[in-house]
């Protein structure tokens, strides 16, 4: 019988011989089965010590005619030892393999039919971006509401043929990470992949499926800089290729392809907006809100986890239901009949690719409502699928406002905060210019930084100087305060016009 347990030390008894497997077996390169021998007889202290690979016959032939001329047995005794022992070993191997294995593997959660109908008619109620959104906030993510129901959404939507992806844009320590972790806490841990860092090709080497319509978190994209290029491929491929060279058992030099395959829904987060302008073109950008109200609601519920006056068990079955809400979630393609007539405003930058989010934005929608739309089927190809409706459009064109001004301006998201500081700073003050030094002071802005945004607004005409010299230092004075709302009513005024016409169209 073999014993394990000692790990440095298994010990297999017959009738006649007792083995010691000295330093256990190794788990891993299952083509070898390397061991050092202590072999005696019962009651012997005659022992001979040995190192082998069990799976080498030369090597064990060798090994049953020392034994057996060492210790005084018979060699048809060692062998069959020899032999019943690789056997033993050889399943042992087997069983921890299969065991890590188990206990490597997620759990996926079966839903009751009790969780399942709670599940799906919380999916058919009315309202119902509203009521997630509040469910959002009840698991624990504070303020954000326009942020948080976005990345929900965009989250949502790895399970569909053309995923969305986000990246969080905001300055050090203003809850970046915290709102992108909170929120991938409503989503099935079967369904995401989490990274700190990653080697360069580290994606390559997934199984082929192993990534399909999983959410791939990046806590922070300056930490993964290495597999950016990859991650891009994804997300406009759906697929990756990388070729290698490989040499088989006999030697032979081949070349192989390694594929891995998505769809895949991305989401990182960074301070620096502009060194990842090409994932940027590919990402919704969600700009965390700085304001001073945002600042208050963070830290009275800081002070109310402090003081052990938040409901942790709610948070926790808010967010459980929302995971099972993901669950009853399945695949199904989905037709916008009113896609022809959308317009996006001329303002927006990189229009092409922009054009493709907001419609896929508005099908993320249509298919976290799968349950309220009537099954259709092609005519001819027999598919089944659901349809976008005007409400769908709408609700759509509240959410992705910001997004569609963000994607419209001509400065990057930090310059912009601090523009919008600065103007409402002198109208409260009731000011025309001011120095650098002043509003570092008010402000409270690194001066590099301030540097940077200065030079960005003066290029873009924004800002200018009022009076004074370079010795001295000068006066700046706002050129445009409007620019900004100027966009944003044109956004609206677009938006709301569409929505309008498409409503008189399809009513008649």
């Not at 299952?30 to 090597?59: C, F, M, P, W």
């Not at 049953?64 to 070993?89: D, F, H, P, W």
């Not at 989905?334 to 959308?342: G, H, W």
């Not at 709408?394 to 001509?410: F, M, Y």
Request: hydrophobic share 30%.
């Amino acid at each position: 019988m073999l014993d394990t347990t000692n790990p440095n030390n298994y010990e297999y008894r017959t009738k006649h011989l007792e083995i010691s497997i000295l330093g256990g077996i190794k788990l891993n390169h299952l083509e070898a089965l390397r061991v050092t021998l202590g072999i005696n007889k019962i009651k012997s202290e005659t022992k001979l010590r040995h190192n082998v690979d069990l799976y080498n016959d030369t090597q064990v032939e060798k090994l049953v005619r020392k034994v057996a001329e060492r210790i005084e047995i018979g060699t048809s005794v060692v062998r069959e030892t020899l032999q019943n022992l690789t056997s033993a070993l050889e399943q042992y191997r087997i069983d921890q393999l299969n065991k890590e294995q188990e206990e490597g593997q997620l759990q996926i959660k079966i839903l009751s039919s009790k969780e399942q109908q709670e599940a799906t008619k919380f999916l058919k109620s009315k309202n119902l971006l509203q009521k997630t959104n509040e469910l959002i906030g009840q698991s624990g993510v504070i303020g954000e509401e326009t942020n948080r129901l976005l990345m929900y959404l965009i989250f949502t939507s790895r399970k569909t043929s053309n995923p969305l992806h986000c990246i969080s844009l905001g300055s050090s320590g203003v809850g970046k990470t915290h709102l992108q972790s909170k929120v991938s806490e409503l989503i099935p841990e079967e369904d995401k992949i989490e990274i700190t860092v990653l080697s360069a090709n580290a994606f390559y080497y997934f199984n082929r499926t192993e990534l399909r319509n999983k959410l791939i978190l990046i806590e922070d994209l300056d930490g993964a800089e290495s597999v950016l290029y990859p991650l891009r491929e994804l997300q406009s491929k759906k697929k990756i290729t990388k070729t290698v060279v490989h040499k088989d058992t006999k030697g032979t030099t081949k070349t192989i392809h390694l594929t891995v395959e998505g769809p895949v829904s991305v989401s990182g987060c960074t301070t620096q907006e502009s060194i990842y302008e090409d994932n940027s073109n590919r990402n919704f950008l969600l700009y965390i809100d700085e304001s001073q109200e945002q600042d208050k609601k963070v830290m009275h519920y800081q002070r109310l986890l402090s003081a052990g006056k938040v409901n942790k068990d709610q948070e926790c079955i808010a967010a459980r239901f929302l995971r099972d809400v993901q669950r009853v979630l399945h695949p199904i393609k989905v037709i916008n009949p009113y896609a022809e007539y959308l317009e996006l405003p001329q303002s927006v930058f990189k229009p092409r690719r922009t054009n493709s989010h907001y419609l896929q934005f508005i099908e993320a929608i249509t298919f976290y409502k799968q349950l309220q739309r009537s099954k259709k089927y092609d005519e001819q190809s027999g598919e089944e699928f659901i349809e976008t409706t005007i409400d769908d459009i709408q609700e759509a064109n509240d959410l992705i406002k910001e997004v569609l001004l963000r994607k419209s301006d001509i400065l990057n998201g930090a310059c912009r905060n601090f523009f919008e500081m600065l103007k409402g700073y002198l109208k409260a003050n009731t000011q025309t210019t001011f120095t650098n030094k002043e509003i570092r002071h008010v402000l409270r802005i690194n001066p590099s930084n301030q540097k940077r945004y200065m030079i960005q607004l003066q290029e873009a005409g924004l800002i200018q100087k009022a009076k004074g010299n370079k010795r001295n230092g000068y006066l700046y004075e706002i050129a445009n305060y409007e620019e900004y709302s100027n966009t944003n009513q044109q956004i609206e005024t677009l938006l709301t016009s569409t929505i309008k016409t498409l409503e008189v169209q399809y009513s008649s």
